[in-house]
């Protein structure tokens, strides 16, 4: 990698995220730790807003602006699959938004680019969510990111019938059902839905703060899926 191309890629790898540790800047980019603080030091010098230090990470000052991103030929096929392969399985909010910002770096791509990804070579045909499932999958994704309890009957594998209220934590995609993970008050534990076997949902005006003990954090920490 030309070394024009690969200070590109560090300020991006930078833009991108909240704190970048030299670490991760140097896998990413295959090089030493030693010419990340390097080229960090000369990008420094020549104006670019990079705040941070070596041993505790980098990030791009606030307020900072970059001209837009320019996409390859392969970052804008990967864009596209990624598109096609989640869209029949996403709700119909996010399923719109995923194909307005693809349209959007379409709209801007150059002709090679943009013929590439329109004859990419791949298609994703997948049985779509039902209508019902689209429905309840962006009321509980909408509960979750407000912080707002929800309302249920839930028809387990036995066809048993309960009534829940919870606390939605994440929704969460297997391949080919979504989940809900959520503190269930009705049980005072955390609990997993199918969300295809949720009926009569009714999205509360109640909301709920994060304590301790009944987090996604918590809930995660519990299943081994962080230390």
Request: glycine share 6%; proline share 4%.
């Amino acid at each position: 990698m030309r070394r024009a191309d690969r200070l590109f890629q560090l300020v991006q790898l930078i833009r991108g995220r909240r704190l970048s540790t030299a670490a991760f800047l140097a896998t990413r980019l295959e090089v030493s730790e030693r010419t990340v603080y390097r080229d960090v030091a000369d990008l420094v010098a020549q104006g670019v807003p990079i705040e941070g230090e070596a041993g505790v990470g980098y990030r791009m000052r606030t307020g900072f602006d970059l001209p837009p991103l320019m996409f390859t030929r392969d970052e804008a096929q990967a864009l596209a699959a990624s598109v096609r392969v989640a869209r029949p399985h996403l709700d119909d909010a996010l399923g719109a938004a995923a194909e307005a910002a693809l349209s959007k770096i379409l709209g801007v791509l150059p002709p090679s680019a943009r013929t590439a990804v329109e004859s990419m070579a791949l298609l994703a045909p997948a049985a779509a969510l039902d209508a019902a499932t689209r429905a309840r999958l962006q009321a509980l994704r909408g509960a979750a990111e407000q912080r707002r309890k929800a309302r249920f009957d839930y028809v387990d594998v036995e066809g048993r019938t309960s009534t829940r209220t919870v606390r939605p934590l994440v929704c969460a995609y297997w391949g080919q059902v979504w989940t809900l993970a959520a503190w269930c008050e009705s049980r005072a534990d955390f609990r997993n839905f199918r969300i295809d076997r949720i009926e009569a949902l009714d999205v509360l005006d109640e909301r709920f703060r994060d304590e301790p003990g009944r987090t996604l954090a918590d809930l995660l920490r519990r299943v081994g899926a962080v230390p």
